[in-house]
Every structure is written in structure tokens, then in C-alpha cells.
């Protein structure tokens, strides 16, 4: 039985107590305070249904975090291969221009045009070289920003999701307890006719 449908009993009691034609109520107290009673013993069960609540929520946040650890450390590897690559491709094309350098090299005309082209080709690959390190980091941080917005996103969510079920929880405790003790404040007003049964 739910501690609204026992409020619900013990309101039923006093409304069923009311004498007509008077202000006053009968009621019998030991029916009442064996309402009450039970429902002292159950408050602890909605108590820990808010400790639930709670561990629900550090147990979203938990899985949060963790979903951000592996984001951040497949951006890593991303990062790192991507590097390799730029690298890879950086020193392949200084290798290539070398070469075709090296094979321009005849007499002085073209020792002169191989040195231009060499050079030219040379600052291009350097250029392509910085360009792709620098996309790969534009990359890297790309993947690390939506992490830390997607961790920050659940975790808000699941602080909001358990600060309305504490809230709802909150009202309906303090709307039991407020009609508990207005009872109790009843039979405390009446002791005359407590006495009476």
C-alpha cells in the first residue's frame, strides 16, 4: 500500500468522524495511530527510492565519462595515424623531388633549371607537407571538442533527469508529511473527543 492510499485511509477517518451539525469530529485513535505507524515503517522505502535515483544518475554520468575516455582516445589514435600519414607523404615527396633533381643534373644550363625546379618543387612539398600536418590537427581537435561537448551534454542531462525526480519526490514527502502532521494537530485539538471512543 502506497503512502498516498494510507493519507487517503486516514483522511477517510477523520471526514467519516465528522458529527453533523457540529464542528467536531469523532475518530478512533487507535485505527489512526495504526495508520500512521505503517506509515512511518514505509517512509524508509520512498527514502531509498531516492538513493536510487541518485546512484541512477552517477551511474549515467559514470558511462559519460567513459564514452568521452574512448572518444578521446580514438581521437588519439586518429590523431597519431593521420600524422604518420602526413609524414609519410611529407618525406616521400622530398624524396621524390631529390631524386628528380639529382637526374636534372647534366651540364650547366641544366644543373641551373634542375637547382629552380628543384627548389620549387622542394617548397611545394614542404607547403603540402605543413598543409596536411595542419588539417590532420584541425582533424584531432575537431574529434576532441565534439568529445568533451557530447560527455558535457549527458552529463547535464542526467543531472537534470535526477533533479526532477528529486523534486517530484521531495513534493509528494513533504505534501504526506505536511497532511500527517495536520492530522496529528487534529487529534491533539480534540482530546475530549479522543476520549470518547
Known amino acids: 500500500m502506497t503512502l498516498m492510499s494510507q493519507l487517503e485511509d486516514l483522511e477517510a477517518m477523520i471526514v467519516k468522524g465528522r458529527v453533523p451539525g457540529t464542528a467536531r469530529t469523532l475518530v478512533n485513535l487507535d485505527k489512526i495511530t495504526a495508520v500512521i505507524d505503517k506509515m512511518k515503517g514505509e517512509m524508509p522505502e520512498q527514502l531509498n527510492e531516492a538513493e536510487g535515483v541518485v546512484r541512477q544518475k552517477d551511474a549515467i554520468i559514470k558511462q559519460a565519462e567513459l564514452e568521452a575516455r574512448r572518444i578521446r582516445a580514438y581521437a588519439d589514435d586518429e590523431a597519431t595515424t593521420i600524422r604518420q600519414l602526413a609524414e609519410e607523404q611529407s ?64 552529463r547535464k542531462g542526467a543531472d537534470n533527469y535526477a533533479r526532477e525526480i528529486l523534486f517530484t519526490l521531495e513534493e509528494r514527502i513533504a505534501d504526506t508529511l505536511g497532511q500527517v502532521r495536520g492530522g496529528i494537530d487534529l487529534l491533539d485539538a480534540r482530546p475530549t473527543a479522543n476520549a470518547a471512543d
Do not use: C
Request: no cysteine; net charge negative.
Open 91 to 154: 618525406n616521400t615527396l622530398l624524396t621524390t623531388s631529390q631524386e628528380e633533381a639529382r637526374n636534372m643534373i647534366q651540364d650547366t644550363e641544366i644543373t641551373r633549371m634542375a637547382n629552380e625546379q628543384a627548389t620549387e618543387i622542394e617548397a611545394d612539398a614542404q607547403k603540402r607537407a605543413r598543409n596536411l600536418i595542419d588539417d590532420a590537427e584541425s582533424r584531432v581537435n575537431s574529434i576532441l571538442n565534439e568529445a568533451e561537448t557530447s560527455a558535457d551534454s549527458r
